[in-house]
């Protein structure tokens, strides 16, 4: 069964740091990633997607890289802002391409 | 707007009830999804829909069940089975049901309490 995992569980940095949150999943046979954010109380946005036969995708500030060998992917926010604030959730769909598995999340503050 | 309506925001159900958890699209989606979140974890999946009529179990199906009569609804009702069905629920979709690279999109959720 796959596991998603995220390290850290919740994190605080000033603003204008540049941070890596970092997701790893025990089944390297996705079919391909995505990164969500979540507000309190509110629902998923989508950031990016990653298909299984890519390496990276960015958007804005964001990137994301995929090693599928290795079950590791990461995101990167460049000049982090008070508003990057939120939950960001990693999550991996399967090769059947029915059922996306996530990871816990990670809390991210950015202070002022 | 394009995009997925969950409704109510808020239900408040009472111990040995039935109530059921609305969610629309209007995205033309073929696959839907339920997913359950609990304070300080991940989403797990309860049901999903690959097409209309037809809908498979999750992780954790136990006490809910599902209908899918229309492309564009997918309601899920929480049982009195369901033990403890106190969480924040949420509802998706993806366009292309199977082998697509596409994004699956979230519904602002709906949070259930048991009073």
């Known amino acids: 069964k796959q596991e998603v995992t995220q390290i850290p569980a919740a994190l605080s940095v000033p603003e204008g740091e540049n941070l890596v949150l970092n997701c790893s999943f025990t089944?390297?046979?996705?079919?391909?990633l995505q990164w969500f954010r979540q507000d309190p109380g509110k629902g998923l946005t989508s950031l990016l997607l990653i298909q299984s036969s890519q390496r990276e995708q960015t958007s804005g500030r964001l990137n994301a890289s995929l090693d599928k060998s290795s079950g590791r992917s990461t995101l990167y926010i460049a000049a982090s802002q008070p508003g990057d604030s939120a939950t960001y959730l990693c999550a991996v769909m399967n090769n059947a391409g029915n059922m996306l598995t996530f990871g816990g999340g990670t809390r991210l503050m950015v202070k002022p | 707007d394009g995009g997925i309506t969950q409704s109510p925001k808020y239900l408040f159900r009472k111990e040995g009830q039935n109530v059921t958890l609305s969610c629309e699209q209007n995205?033309?989606?073929?696959?839907m999804y339920w997913y359950r979140q609990d304070p300080g974890q991940g989403l797990r999946l309860i049901y999903y829909s690959q097409i209309v009529n037809d809908f498979q179990k999750g992780d954790i199906a136990e006490g809910y069940s599902v209908s899918r009569e229309k492309k564009e609804s997918f309601p899920l009702t929480v049982t009195s089975a369901q033990k403890n069905p106190t969480a924040f629920y949420l509802c998706?979709?993806?366009?292309?049901?199977?082998?697509?690279?596409?994004?699956?999109?979230f519904g602002q959720g709906t949070r259930l309490t048991v009073v």
């Open positions: 998706a979709s993806k366009q292309g049901a199977f082998n697509s690279h596409t994004e699956a999109f």
């Open positions: 089944d390297s046979a996705i079919y391909n």
């Open positions: 995205l033309n989606h073929d696959a």
